[in-house]
């Protein structure tokens, strides 16, 4: 079992020696307290990355219900706390890490799902899937080919696009106009971010 000190340390180094203050050191907090009440009931980091996805899956499926609303919350909720338990455990490997990446891209499909289900048009959810897929796979990328300092943080990270389906279904439940609307302006802006982590790349690589 590892020290709280040793889990921020060995975090940091996995992200590129970012810094573990802040709402980052909160959210260790508690993912070091989770990590230790996983290894107390044997749960394991990949069990976890498939609760997310099951999650995820619960949310399409309920996409009309509040219960959709509580889903999204959970399935990232596990999906944050996977990696962090790896670390808590000692059990970060390749192939859980590629599991992780493609549950990810599989579940922001299945939240996106939910919003074509409460009336966004098909063309536009999968225009966000596609864009913020090519933003990740881009970083992905770039990490393999050698470049460790991704320190690069864009407006639409993954937790902001799960807010921001997270307040769509909040916003239909209460009948509010304008949800198309502002999933056009958000899909703008998940633009404007890959095109940011592209020109990244390309300082980097070129």
């Excluded at 922001?108 to 409460?118: D, N, Q, S, T």
């Excluded at 993954?158 to 999933?183: D, T, Y």
Aim: glycine share 6%; with cysteine.
């Amino acid at each position: 079992m590892i020290t709280r000190e040793q889990f921020k340390d060995k975090w940091s180094e996995l992200h590129n020696s970012a810094p573990t203050t802040g709402i980052v050191g909160g959210w260790l907090a508690i993912s070091y307290r989770f990590g230790l009440l996983c290894t107390l009931l044997r749960i394991t980091p990949n069990f976890l990355t498939m609760l997310g996805l099951v999650s995820a899956i619960g949310v399409a499926l309920c996409a009309q219900s509040l219960w959709a609303i509580a889903l999204i919350v959970i399935s990232l909720f596990f999906d944050g706390i996977d990696g962090s338990v790896a670390i808590f455990q000692n059990r970060a490997s390749n192939w859980g890490a590629l599991l992780d990446s493609v549950v990810d891209r599989v579940s922001e499909a299945l939240w996106l799902y939910a919003l074509y289900v409460i009336g966004v048009p098909a063309s536009l959810c999968i225009a966000l899937w596609l864009v913020a897929s090519v933003q990740e796979y881009m970083r992905a990328r770039v990490s393999s080919l050698g470049v460790k300092d991704l320190g690069l943080v864009t407006i639409t990270e993954r937790p902001v696009r799960a807010s921001f389906i997270f307040i769509v279904l909040i916003a239909w439940h209460l009948e509010l106009p304008g949800i198309e609307i502002a999933s056009w302006f958000f899909l703008g802006a998940c633009a404007f971010s890959a095109i940011k982590v592209m020109r990244f790349a390309y300082s980097r690589l070129h």
